[in-house]
Nanobody, 120 residues
């Protein structure tokens, strides 16, 4: 069994910072992309950032310069450092990992989501 679990959401004032973490565990052979999506009420889920195994990041235009994605391959963990947060960043943030399990085929595995609320 493979699991992906996020942590680190919460309530923060505009201009503040939060750090999200996400760890994949279980019978894993390899992990390719890891990343974050978010979904605000009434809106479609959108990609926020993703990162390759070698550490090459990709960001949505709306978060460039404010968010930083990183990963620790030894811990199967990806992080999202969010600075200069804005009310429009309010959403449920979902982690995903492109995983090849020991006994299965490559697939995207998703976390349960963590709420980020930016409000004064």
């Amino acid at each position: 069994q493979v699991q992906v679990v996020e942590s680190g959401g919460g309530l923060v004032q505009p201009g503040g910072s939060l750090r999200l973490s996400c760890t994949a565990s279980g019978d894993i052979f390899g992990i390719y992309y890891m990343g974050w999506y978010r979904q605000a009420p009434g809106r479609q889920r959108e990609m926020v950032a993703r990162i390759t195994t070698k550490g090459t990041p990709e960001y949505a235009d709306s978060v460039k310069g404010r968010f930083t994605i990183s990963r620790d391959n030894a811990k199967n963990t990806v992080y999202l450092q969010m600075n200069s947060l804005k009310p429009e960043d309010t959403a449920v943030y979902y982690c995903y990992a492109d995983i090849v399990p020991q006994d299965g085929y490559q697939n995207d595995y998703w976390g349960q989501g963590t709420q980020v609320t930016v409000s004064s």
